[in-house]
């Protein structure tokens, strides 16, 4: 596995990150590997936070 050189700084300002959007390109488009992407670490940041809770309780 090819793991990114990217500090703990900033995944936690990318998590801590708000954008709102009210209007979308709709000539744009999101690849088919982007959104797989996209909802891998989604999930991912789901179950890591789900497995911190059991921790915790």
Known sequence: MNTPNIS???IIN???FRHA???FD???KVSDS???FI???AH???ALSVL???ILL
């Open 44 to 46: 991912l940041s789901l």
């Open 34 to 36: 982007d959104m797989d």
């Open 8 to 10: 703990k700084k900033e």
């Open 39 to 41: 909802l891998e670490t």
């Open 52 to 54: 911190n809770l059991g």
């Open 21 to 23: 959007t009210k209007e």
């Open 26 to 28: 709709t000539s744009k």
């Open 14 to 16: 990318a998590f801590q």
